[in-house]
């Protein structure tokens, strides 16, 4: 399977394999998937129910699906409040970013405790206008939270984007110093590792076959099975397997590149720093450097999965490599000789209004779910592994009946119309934003289409 540099990096450092289920075992808990919601959730678990046997099942690798393949962006959620009051109300909104925020330092002091070194820098996340038309696009967010006397965010000049982030295109931007970046894949494995130190039992290289819903549920593989007293799915965009699940989500990808290392360079013109780095796009471009000089940049323009059917469809290299190359050299023309050295992609289970929802699986009370991370797990995994273990403990407690659990969700359409409308939706959306970066206005189909897109970042795109 192919999952490009990130994860070669971590082999590097990690190449052991955990053995594959074969047999029929018993367990307390069975985690299916061993990425970062699942790997957080067993770590949780284990410290809260040391006696407890859990096992994760992982169809590969630990962190090899799209936690180890994301851009290693933890951004905390004020940028998301407006979103989640129209779910769950000010009271709760606020106590849900508030946690979302602490899971940024929580990253950081455990690795420190555990040795894991994932590169981890906390130097805030720069949000910026990449064109006339996205300045002050935040501008409607910023005034609610600054309202609720929650607000992170400070302005920056145009020149002080620039400055900082080493690109003439840069128009405006704001910035918040509670995020971080982090190599996913290394991450990953760290937690791994310590989950494995705690007792937790993990067999990678067995994917699910069947869940079998009795009351003690069966996990199956091709070799093997695990009844357990609790299961969670904690699967990502493989979760859309699920019938119940599939429809909360639209399994599509995300696209980047990765350039050789050029630390010099970047430290002349000013990207020197570990800031994450976005843009107001929908279309989102979001990039960083890492710690030896490369330049790590993101876009989601690669392919939709057919009903939620991934298959091999992520194991390659990027099919759009030369657009989010392309998209890179616009921020950085100066750069244009510095050779692209990696490309991959990987598939984000991205929600209607980009936030992740919980619950029971078909209302089975041993069988529990989080799924519509919409690519922003790696912070938001750390404080969603709390609402995962209050669910598995039937806890009546503030994780258990947060405003993220069993939300009165909008759906996204049966297929085809789905798959075809993403399509849609999606190139009006390239469309549009590619005219504004010329100060140009879309048609007013284009638009139209384009306001159907599931919400990002700037609140004008919120549904």
Partial sequence: MYRGFWYAQALDQDCHLAPSLKGNEQADV?????????LWSSIRLKMAHPEWRIVIIERDRCGSGASGRNGGIATNWWAKYLSVMSICGEKEARRICEAAESAIDEIGS?????GIDAQYRKDGWIWTASNQRQVDSWKVLTESLAKHGVNPFSPLTREEVRRRTGSARMMGGIFDPNAATVQPAMLARGLRRVALKLGVVIYEKSPLTTLERSEKPIVHTEHGSVQANKVVVAMNAWGAQFPELRRMIAVM?????????????LDQIGFSGGECITDSRTVLNYYRNTPDGRIVFGKPLGK????????????????????????????YPQLSDVPIVSSWTGPIDRAMKGLPNFGQLGGHPNIVFGIGFSGNGVGTTVFASRIIKSLVENANDEWSNCGLVNQKMKLFPIEPFRFIGAHLVRDALVRKESLEDRNLDASALTSKLASLAPAGYVPAQKK
Wanted: net charge negative.
């Fill in 30 to 38: 069975c985690i299916i998937g061993g990425g970062f919601l699942g």
């Fill in 110 to 114: 455990f690795c420190a405790e555990h």
């Fill in 253 to 265: 990808s995300s696209d980047m590149v990765a350039t050789a290392p050029v630390k010099e360079r």
């Fill in 304 to 331: 939709f999965a057919f009903a939620g059917k991934i298959g091999d469809l992520y194991e390659r290299p990027t099919p759009a490599v030369d657009k989010v190359t392309e998209e890179m050299r616009s921020f």
